[in-house]
């Protein structure tokens, strides 16, 4: 009977890529492609031979290159053969070819309180129907379970029974906003965050588009092809959302756009590895903290204790190489932290050749790099080892008084109490250019002490925040370039004295503070 069979028998869980659990049930959504190389089709037959078949592919379809038809696969009898339903039309031959679910928005979902237990037949619903669009994200919530694809979106409302025959609605969502995947969904204090190619937004009913300040910047700067690395989060102690992103000429997530929660402010960081994943998690001492993964497989947390790329506290920034050093072994004069933690994974860079590598081992005066240096460093040669070259770049500021445009802008600079250590270049882009001004006889006001006069032709300013200026956590640079409808400031650490942090970075009319809001 029915009821026997809903309660006695199950299938195998499907194949997805998200799965959840909500209201006492699990959920399995979104399909993920199978591309395949070296395909054997024989035309008038139903068998198809290759490497690398899954044996649960039964029912999904299978599409060589260059064909416009799709066969359904009927079984997979091995990793290097299966069956079609029909036999194949096309020339026989070997090819490329990408497997893919029959149904990519069908949602699969548990017994009631029985997670292990699915009917695929009997417990689906469909969603994002004649949308021309695909599960990239869900989520639950009081309200409902919301389905994001990549620009539309739906949400399902039903009280025991998820299923048509028992009242269960699924309702459009307004607008024509999405996300990139699963990982681009971050749930925090209540709200739900996600990120499409519109920008950031909060998810609901009616959408809340949060990131007009630097949607520019993210068209210029984002590498849409490699939307499936993106990945987004949120730092519970400084409060601040993060969205991870792969940028044009990079192939990790090496950027990551973050807002201010409280402020609303937007600023851009960068990082020498990239950060292939991030996860909120509670520490032994009750602090809550976002940790991060690194493309060359270790974690750090981000936030106040520590820098992402993990410097021990008892490490100096800026190391001395000494004598015997080659291209991945390198002794120091400095002592080198040997218990937990070490520098395993650490960056180091050479700031006369520009080369960066990560620590594989260190002793108390020698580390270990993972491929080395093209060269030996000499010896006296100082090296940079931890929080360096971070990178924080603001929106595009526009101002609307014309008459005011190149006159009295400072650019504001305002740091953590007793963190004012380290050396940091300025950099400043006009109108939309992707390129840092050089700089020319047009200087306004006079510099900081610590602060480098600008130089002709020049592209940057330096700023010294270890040579017992007193600054009080604020140093106002009269901005030297000349422009006409947008400005952007570019903070990049080069000396790791200490450890710098930014409270905020805004371009302001006076001294005293009166803002143009630079995010």
Same mark, same amino acid.
């Given at each position: 009977s029915s009821a026997d069979l809903e309660t006695y028998s199950?299938?195998?869980? &499907?194949?997805?890529?998200?799965?959840?659990? %909500?209201?006492g049930r699990m959920w399995y959504f979104g399909d993920q492609a199978y591309p395949l190389t070296g395909v054997t089709f024989t035309n008038g037959s139903v068998n198809v031979t290759g490497t690398g078949f899954n044996l649960r592919w039964a029912g999904r379809t299978i599409t060589r290159e260059g064909d416009t038809a799709s066969y359904v696969i009927a079984a997979v009898a091995s990793t290097v053969s299966m069956t079609l339903t029909v036999v194949y039309g096309g020339t026989t031959g070997v090819g490329d070819a990408i497997v893919v679910s029959q149904f990519p928005n069908r949602g699969y979902y548990s017994r009631l309180f029985y997670p292990e237990q699915c009917l695929l037949s009997r417990w689906a619903r469909d969603f994002l129907a004649e949308r021309s669009d695909q599960v990239r994200g869900v989520f639950g919530r009081k309200d409902g379970l919301y389905v994001l694809g990549l620009f539309s979106g739906e949400r399902l409302i039903f009280n025991a029974d998820p299923s048509a025959a028992e009242g269960a609605v699924i309702s459009p969502l307004q607008g024509r906003r999405g996300c990139f995947n699963q990982r681009c969904l971050v749930d925090i204090e209540g709200d739900v965050y996600?990120?499409?190619?519109?920008?950031?937004?909060?998810v609901g009913e009616k959408p809340v588009h949060l990131s007009t300040a630097i949607d520019r910047l993210l068209r210029q700067y984002v590498d849409y092809d490699e939307a499936?690395?993106?990945?987004?989060?949120w730092? &519970?102690?400084?409060?601040?959302?993060?969205?991870?992103?792969?940028?044009?000429?990079? @192939?990790? &997530?090496?950027?990551?756009?973050?807002? $201010?929660?409280?402020?609303?402010?937007?600023?851009?960081?960068?990082?020498?590895?990239?950060?292939?994943?991030?996860?909120?998690?509670?520490?032994? $001492?009750g602090l809550v903290r976002?940790?991060?993964?690194?493309?060359?497989?270790?974690?750090?947390?981000d936030g106040i204790e520590s820098a992402f790329d993990g410097t021990p506290p008892a490490c100096p920034g800026v190391v001395t190489v000494t004598v015997g050093a080659t291209t991945t072994v390198i002794p120091v004069d400095e002592t080198l932290p040997t !218990?937990?933690?070490?520098?395993?994974?650490?960056?180091?860079?050479?700031? $006369? @050749?520009a080369e960066y590598d990560f620590v594989l081992s260190n002793t108390g005066g020698t580390f270990t790099l993972n491929t080395g240096f093209t060269s030996a460093?000499?010896?006296?040669?100082?090296? %940079?080892?931890?929080?360096?070259?971070?990178? %924080?770049? @603001?929106?595009?500021? !526009?101002?609307?008084?014309?008459?005011?445009?190149?006159?009295?802008l400072f650019l504001v600079v305002k740091t953590?109490?007793?963190?004012?250590t380290g050396t940091f270049r300025v950099y400043f882009f006009a109108d939309f250019n992707t390129t840092p001004s050089t700089f020319t006889s047009f200087v306004n006001g006079t510099m900081p002490e610590g602060v480098s006069v600008p130089i002709t032709g020049q592209a940057y300013i330096e700023c010294s925040l270890s040579g017992g200026e007193d600054h009080r956590g604020v140093l106002a640079i009269p901005v030297p370039i000349s422009w006409n409808d947008a400005i952007q400031a570019r903070v990049t650490s080069i000396r790791p004295d200490g450890e710098l942090r930014l409270l905020d970075i805004a371009f302001m009319r006076s001294k005293e503070g009166v803002t143009g809001d630079a995010g």
């Open positions: 199950s299938d195998v869980p &499907p194949l997805c890529a998200i799965v959840i659990a %909500y209201r996600a990120a499409d190619r519109q920008g950031v937004w909060i499936h690395q993106f990945h987004m989060n730092e &519970p102690i400084n409060r601040t959302l993060k969205f991870f992103f792969v940028a044009n000429g990079d @192939t990790t &997530p090496k950027m990551r756009a973050c807002m $201010d929660l409280d402020t609303g402010k937007w600023f851009f960081e960068t990082s020498f590895q990239g950060i292939t994943a991030s996860q909120v998690v509670a520490t032994e $001492d976002l940790m991060l993964g690194d493309e060359n497989g270790f974690t750090w947390y !218990v937990s933690p070490t520098l395993e994974g650490v960056i180091v860079l050479d700031p $006369d @050749t460093p000499p010896v006296g040669r100082e090296l %940079y080892v931890g929080p360096i070259a971070f990178d %924080y770049r @603001t929106k595009w500021w !526009v101002d609307e008084d014309q008459a005011l445009r190149k006159n009295s953590f109490p007793g963190s004012e």
